[in-house]
């Protein structure tokens, strides 16, 4: 069969999918993998599948989209990009965190089946989810990278420290920042805060590292994926090397040899490349996972701890380890998306089904309540909005900064200086 994989952040998701099409390819599918916001829509006119592979459809244009391909006759798979989390920290939660991490939107009418990590979390959607759809568990999808390669250290480069950081919500407004929480919720501000207090920790630290340690140490950072990298070109020293927004963690990681985080999955990935990591101004809500490395809240217990640190000898927590693979991430063995091939390929063999897929995506306008200000025609006077997600236009008035694109309900900040309109 034909099947398309559509992707998020490169850095992440894509060298999972593409493990995942190497593996549905053994079983005679011809499969390609495409970015979701940006080549979307063109895959499934263009190419004209009869399997979709797509995330947890978290938005409302990841919801529609879906459904128009399920009335089209395509199969829908969804792979969970996330773990979720263990019972005992799921019910922790207060209802919208729990409603956030299950999905907003209920997607499962649209849903053939459903790719999850660990049999936990699978039983957690299975009974507190929407309505039930066929799950298969898989194992730990972001972890199979590790078994594939080799490291490439070369044996004369110069010892270096990797900071991974995690404030994505630093970058966005304060009172609203965390996608699939309600625009009222007060986690908004909580979390803002949180990020914003941690990365100017991370900043003065890393300076402060770079200073004492620039003799003996290289240094490098990576942004969380939906982080940008701006304040710190702009703050850190130039002695610090910036990795590209879209740097895959997988290879990034096999590089350094001590890992600075806060409170995030590469700590298990540096184990598994026996590299030691440190938890510095964790800001991860799940309690297991904080626990895997040495969690530091000070500068002073921070220079203390990487300067004993053995390169080469992971210092993972080896029974928050065990829990962490019994509770949340399911088997970690590197064969998760081979799994998942064969549980898709059990899913859809034989049941082709005849799609009526157009040549052009229809342009139907379905979020258009702005009217004042947002015009579906060329209006004089209005400048002309091309959306990023859909590649719509639509147009607005110049004095308007912020739209939401009335066809596909992505919300849109005009760019500082330029005509052209961004994602926010």
């Given at each position: 069969?034909?099947?398309?994989?559509?992707?998020?952040?490169?850095?992440?998701?894509?060298?999972?999918?593409?493990?995942?099409?190497?593996?549905?390819?053994?079983?005679?599918?011809?499969?390609?993998?495409?970015?979701?916001?940006?080549?979307?829509?063109?895959?499934?006119?263009?190419?004209?599948?009869?399997?979709?592979?797509?995330?947890?459809?978290?938005?409302?244009?990841?919801?529609?989209?879906?459904?128009?391909?399920?009335?089209?006759?395509?199969?829908?798979?969804?792979?969970?990009?996330?773990?979720?989390?263990?019972?005992?920290?799921?019910?922790?939660?207060?209802?919208?965190?729990?409603?956030?991490?299950?999905?907003?939107?209920?997607?499962?009418?649209?849903?053939?089946?459903?790719?999850?990590?660990?049999?936990?979390?699978?039983?957690?959607?299975?009974?507190?989810?929407?309505?039930?759809?066929?799950?298969?568990?898989?194992?730990?999808?972001?972890?199979?990278?590790?078994?594939?390669?080799?490291?490439?250290?070369?044996?004369?480069?110069?010892?270096?420290?990797?900071?991974?950081?995690?404030?994505?919500?630093?970058?966005?407004?304060?009172?609203?920042?965390?996608?699939?929480?309600?625009?009222?919720?007060?986690?908004?501000?909580?979390?803002?805060?949180?990020h914003r207090s941690a990365r100017d920790k991370w900043?003065?630290?890393?300076?402060?590292?770079?200073?004492?340690?620039?003799?003996?140490?290289?240094?490098?950072?990576?942004?969380?994926?939906?982080?940008?990298?701006?304040?710190?070109?702009?703050?850190?020293?130039?002695?610090?090397?910036?990795?590209?927004?879209?740097?895959?963690?997988?290879?990034?990681?096999?590089?350094?040899?001590?890992?600075?985080?806060?409170?995030?999955?590469?700590?298990?990935?540096?184990?598994?490349?026996?590299?030691?990591?440190?938890?510095?101004?964790?800001?991860?809500?799940?309690?297991?996972?904080?626990?895997?490395?040495?969690?530091?809240?000070?500068?002073?217990?921070?220079?203390?701890?990487?300067?004993?640190?053995?390169?080469?000898?992971?210092?993972?927590?080896?029974?928050?380890?065990?829990?962490?693979?019994?509770?949340?991430?399911?088997?970690?063995?590197?064969?998760?998306?081979?799994?998942?091939?064969?549980?898709?390929?059990?899913?859809?063999?034989?049941?082709?089904?005849?799609?009526?897929?157009?040549?052009?995506?229809?342009?139907?306008?379905?979020?258009?309540?702005?009217?004042?200000?947002?015009?579906?025609?060329?209006?004089?006077?209005?400048?002309?909005?091309?959306?990023?997600?859909?590649?719509?236009?639509?147009?607005?008035?110049?004095?308007?900064?912020?739209?939401?694109?009335?066809?596909?309900?992505?919300?849109?900040?005009?760019?500082?200086?330029?005509?052209?309109?961004?994602?926010?």
């Open positions: 069969m034909n099947i398309s994989i559509l992707t998020l952040a490169r850095q992440r998701d894509k060298i999972i999918d593409d493990l995942l099409a190497e593996e549905l390819s053994k079983h005679g599918h011809t499969v390609t993998v495409r970015n979701f916001i940006n080549a979307g829509r063109e895959t499934i006119t263009y190419e004209k599948p009869d399997v979709v592979v797509v995330p947890m459809p978290g938005g409302q244009y990841k919801l529609d989209f879906i459904k128009k391909c399920k009335s089209w006759g395509i199969q829908i798979i969804v792979r969970r990009g996330e773990a979720g989390m263990g019972i005992d920290q799921f019910d922790k939660l207060d209802g919208e965190r729990q409603t956030m991490i299950l999905g907003n939107w209920n997607y499962q009418p649209y849903v053939d089946l459903e790719l999850t990590w660990g049999q936990e979390f699978t039983t957690i959607l299975a009974d507190r989810g929407w309505n039930p759809v066929k799950r298969r568990v898989c194992g730990a999808f972001a972890l199979d990278p590790y078994f594939k390669h080799e490291s490439r250290i070369a044996p004369d480069r110069r010892k270096t420290i990797l900071f991974a950081t995690g404030f994505p919500t630093a970058d966005c407004k304060a009172e609203y920042c965390e996608c699939g929480l309600p625009e009222t919720s007060s986690y908004h501000e909580e979390i803002y805060d949180l900043i003065d630290a890393i300076n402060r590292l770079v200073k004492w340690f620039g003799h003996d140490w290289a240094f490098e950072l990576k942004v969380r994926p939906g982080e940008l990298t701006k304040e710190y070109l702009e703050t850190l020293s130039s002695a610090v090397k910036v990795h590209p927004v879209q740097a895959p963690s997988s290879e990034v990681l096999r590089d350094v040899d001590i890992l600075i985080h806060s409170g995030s999955t590469l700590a298990v990935e540096a184990h598994l490349l026996d590299i030691p990591s440190f938890n510095f101004c964790n800001v991860n809500p799940d309690p297991l996972l904080s626990k895997v490395s040495p969690v530091i809240e000070s500068y002073e217990e921070l220079e203390f701890n990487v300067s004993r640190a053995t390169p080469g000898r992971s210092n993972i927590n080896e029974d928050v380890f065990h829990e962490l693979k019994t509770h949340l991430y399911g088997v970690i063995d590197g064969k998760a998306c081979e799994r998942a091939a064969k549980h898709i390929h059990e899913q859809i063999n034989g049941k082709l089904v005849r799609t009526k897929i157009p040549n052009v995506w229809p342009k139907e306008v379905l979020y258009h309540e702005d009217k004042e200000n947002i015009f579906i025609e060329e209006t004089e006077g209005c400048m002309r909005w091309d959306c990023p997600c859909c590649r719509e236009s639509y147009y607005v008035k110049p004095e308007i900064d912020e739209t939401k694109c009335p066809y596909c309900s992505m919300v849109i900040k005009k760019a500082k200086n330029k005509k052209e309109s961004v994602l926010k």
